[in-house]
């Protein structure tokens, strides 16, 4: 929830949690260094609610405007009460010179763009943005949830023999509560039948899984399970495999007895929408387009590379991401 990283990241004793950290597979005993307001959590929310009070520099000009204006309009009304002795007139001329459609004319519009941005589907965080939109040549987006789906997904099949072992593989996974299986389980539902029959199958954490279908051993995980149970992976599938995780993948791999059979990428998808947003945004005059993410370097510059953009700041937590923003901000 605090990173957005799409894959699991390990912990070991003496290691920080974050609130929201999902635990997969065993048991945590968690001290909690940070309490009330010091937690990340609430800091966050604070963080919001700034952003939400800041005004356009229109709205603080005029309720700068009006703090001086309007007492010096009742002054006035006053006077013209003394000098002519006539109320009505007082009244008239505190009613025509009052500030007030002045003042409340910028956050009106303000409003009003802001409802039109949502239906739209576009989210601004007050009027502050509205006035700076004309002077934006920069935009900042985060990854996870934004410009990716969030939730990892097969993305590739790779087999290194005729037979299709892909249900079989589902058909395991079934039984196995990580993400990475179920992942793999909702790719195989959309070309296979699965059924609810047990099988045998053992978890290793860390690891991956091996269980038996119809009396053939299969093994299903990562590099540390092969070399557990000593299959060894042709050089040519290792070069493959690091240069799937040299751009942030996952790579699932699928043995049968002692030997590979193939593997499976995992990845979080990136919209499909995404690619088009940042162009049109290059079209109307955007130089510079940065993410700023939670996620690890590798998986934050693949993503950039697929979708154009200029520049990436990865392994940030909200309150760096903010910073990072005000400090772009103090550069314009």
């Known amino acids: 929830m605090m990173t957005g990283e799409s894959v699991p990241r390990e912990k070991t004793t003496g290691d920080a949690v974050f609130s929201g950290t999902i635990v997969d597979e065993g048991y945590i005993k968690v001290q909690a260094k940070k309490v009330g307001e010091d937690?990340?959590?609430?800091?966050?929310?604070?963080?919001?609610?700034?952003?939400?009070?800041?005004k356009s520099q229109t709205e603080k000009f005029l309720d700068r405007f009006s703090h001086y204006y309007t007492p010096g309009v009742v002054i006035l009304s006053a006077i013209v009460y003394l000098l002519t002795r006539d109320l009505h007139l007082a009244i008239t001329f505190l009613v025509i010179?009052?500030?007030?459609?002045?003042?409340?004319?910028?956050?009106?519009?303000?409003?009003?763009?802001?409802?039109?941005?949502?239906?739209n589907g576009v989210l601004l965080k007050g009027g502050d943005a509205i006035d700076r939109f004309k002077q934006v040549t920069t935009f900042m987006f985060d990854k996870t949830g934004t410009l990716t789906k969030g939730e990892p997904a097969v993305t590739n099949q790779v087999s290194f023999i005729d037979e299709d072992w892909l249900f079989v593989v589902a058909e395991l996974e079934r039984h196995s509560e990580h993400h990475l299986?179920?992942?793999?389980?909702?790719?195989?539902?959309?070309?296979?039948?699965?059924?609810?029959?047990h099988l045998d199958v053992t978890l290793v954490k860390g690891q991956g899984l091996f269980g038996f279908y119809d009396g053939v051993r299969y093994?299903?995980?990562?590099?540390?399970?092969?070399?557990?149970h000593d299959i060894a992976l042709a050089r040519d599938v290792h070069e493959q495999i690091e240069t799937e995780e040299a751009q942030g993948k996952t790579a699932v791999?699928?043995?049968?007895?002692?030997?590979?059979?193939?593997?499976?990428?995992?990845?979080?998808?990136?919209?499909?929408?995404?690619?088009?947003?940042?162009?049109?945004?290059?079209?109307?005059?955007?130089?510079?387009?940065?993410?700023?993410?939670?996620?690890?370097?590798?998986?934050?510059?693949?993503?950039?590379?697929?979708?154009g953009i200029t520049s990436v700041r990865a392994e940030l937590q909200p309150k760096d991401k903010l910073e990072e923003i005000k400090q772009k901000t103090t550069t314009w």
């Open 219 to 228: 093994l299903i995980g990562n590099r540390r399970l092969m070399d557990e």
């Open 39 to 54: 937690t990340a959590f609430s800091q966050i929310i604070e963080l919001v609610e700034e952003a939400q009070d800041q």
């Open 253 to 307: 791999i699928v043995a049968k007895e002692k030997k590979v059979i193939g593997y499976l990428v995992i990845n979080d998808v990136i919209r499909a929408e995404a690619k088009d947003a940042l162009l049109q945004l290059k079209k109307y005059g955007v130089r510079d387009l940065v993410m700023l993410t939670g996620d690890n370097e590798k998986t934050a510059q693949y993503v950039a590379k697929q979708l």
């Open 181 to 197: 299986g179920r992942a793999i389980v909702d790719y195989a539902k959309k070309t296979e039948t699965l059924t609810d029959c």
């Open 97 to 119: 010179a009052c500030p007030g459609a002045l003042v409340i004319g910028a956050p009106v519009s303000n409003v009003s763009g802001i409802g039109n941005a949502a239906k």
